[in-house]
């Protein structure tokens, strides 16, 4: 940690929201696991009790292009352009099942979202 709370010389920007790790791995059934790590700001401790739901998105999407073949996703009932990726939250010890989007069906550009406060739009 740094009591200075800055970590200028490690992860993240001195707040617990930009402190945070996946550590993503394979299970033996094939699914992706997803652990969740935060960093301590001001004190040097690592908690692994907690997890994060922004994470676990990235964690799907990451699953999806480096851990899991195409034979491990599943349709999605959201969208025809999403598949589901089965993730092993392992500091909860349950099941997570990410809706992400397929990596070969882009979205039109009519179709992209925006949120008020933040320019632009994205897929």
Known sequence: GDPGGLQLDGLGGGLSSTSKVA???READGSARYTFVQVGVRAAAVDWSASC?????AAGI???DE????AALRPSGFSPRHAVVPLWQANAGHRMLVHVPRSDAAVPAAEWAAIAGVPGRAP
């Not at 739901?53 to 998105?57: E, Q």
């Not at 851990?67 to 195409?70: F, K, V």
């Open 53 to 57: 739901g922004n994470l676990a998105a």
């Open 23 to 25: 550590v993503m791995g």
């Open 67 to 70: 851990l899991l073949g195409p």
């Open 62 to 64: 990451f699953a999806r």
